[in-house]
């Protein structure tokens, strides 16, 4: 009896895999899953560097930027890249943690902003903020 | 025992199976993914998605979301007969965007269970001039060693010129790819001083005038 409920058991787990098989194929096929080749290492607000000084960079857009940012936050987006980019090579120290962060878990901004960053710069030390603004806000208030 | 578990497990694959699949799609879009080029100057894009309705149902699109505020989408109008054709618009605006860039429009539709059709465009934005690093550092007190920005001219550019600001570092163009392909050494005078220099890249180009591209070198 034992035997064969294991055996049931195991066929349903077996069954349930197909079909999450063919979904993750649809959504791969539709080209709904997050794109691999994210270059840029990710750091978590409960993760953030311990007495290393960040330079934040947020890459919203500046009405965003200018209702609210992160402390001491620059603005650098690829809207005006070339006339904010001087204030952000001015602030950094070869010291600094680079965070970028865009609104939310679901914008590429963020990326798109540190990659090019580290593009134009030879900057290695630049993080993407997971979550981004919502994360650091979401974080802030629960304290 | 046995036959009611396998009458289980071919439940569970019936229902998983239906629920994973997803609809036959009723809004058939020509193409799905797009590849333009254009010119940094032209300063936006547009990527045009016809599309036709071939189910028997009307179809309301209830929401077209680009994946960057750079885009915006344009929609003649949001119900579609049996039949019906449409096209659905995304215009994507530069900024100071220039090299290959990949946009996501998500259409939403009334259809159950789901009616979400991802529309995806690549443009490639050629800029006359570009330049990389955009930025070089010396620490103080290193060795003023000379750092090389490479430079990537189009055929419209006739003739390049390098304008530091000040006299705080020395440059020198190397032409490597005849009219194409140049590097631009920058050595400092010192790095005794922190300090910071422009450096302006001045490309001539054939019938439109001049562009330019700023670059930095410091002393940190």
């Known amino acids: 009896m034992n035997r064969v409920s294991a055996r049931g058991i195991g066929g349903i787990l077996l069954f349930a895999l197909l079909p999450a098989l063919v979904s993750w194929g649809w959504h791969w096929h539709a080209g709904l899953l997050p794109k691999a080749g994210a270059s840029v290492e990710r750091v978590s607000v409960g993760r953030l560097p311990v007495g290393a000084e960040v330079l934040w960079v947020d890459a919203r857009p500046v009405a965003a930027y200018e209702e609210e940012h992160i402390p001491g936050a620059l603005s650098l987006n690829e809207e005006s890249w070339s006339a904010q980019l001087p204030a952000v090579l001015d602030r950094w120290q070869p010291a600094m943690t680079v965070i970028v962060y865009c609104g939310s878990e679901s914008c590429h901004a963020s990326e798109a902003v540190a990659q090019r960053l580290m593009r134009e710069t030879g900057w290695t030390n630049v993080r993407v903020l997971e979550g981004g603004w919502e994360a650091w806000k979401n974080d802030r208030s629960s304290r | ?220």
């Open chain 2, 1 to 220: 025992v046995a036959v009611k578990l396998r009458g289980i497990s071919l439940s569970a694959l019936l229902l998983g199976l239906l629920t994973a699949l997803p609809v036959q799609a009723q809004l058939s879009f020509e193409k799905t993914n797009l590849e333009i080029e254009a010119k940094a100057s032209d300063m936006k894009a547009e990527a045009v998605f016809p599309f036709k309705n071939t189910g028997s149902e009307i179809i309301t699109i209830r929401e077209v979301k680009p994946s960057c505020d750079c885009t915006a989408a344009r929609l003649e109008k949001r119900t579609y007969r049996p039949g019906e054709s449409g096209t659905i618009t995304a215009v994507f605006t530069f900024g100071d965007r220039v090299g290959m860039q990949f946009k996501q429009v998500v259409v939403k539709t009334d259809e159950e269970p789901k009616g979400v059709y991802p529309l995806s465009f690549q443009v490639r934005i050629l800029a006359p001039l570009t330049v990389s690093p955009l930025a070089v550092f010396w620490s103080r007190g290193e060795a003023a060693s000379p750092q090389v920005l490479r430079i990537v001219a189009s055929d419209s550019v006739e003739k390049l010129e390098v304008k530091p600001r000040s006299g705080k570092v020395k440059t020198e163009l190397r032409e490597t790819t005849e009219g194409r392909v140049y590097e631009l050494m920058v050595t400092p005078q010192s790095t005794d001083e922190t300090f910071r220099e422009t450096i302006v890249v001045e490309a001539q180009i054939a019938g439109t005038g001049k562009t330019t591209v700023t670059c930095y070198a410091y002393v940190k």
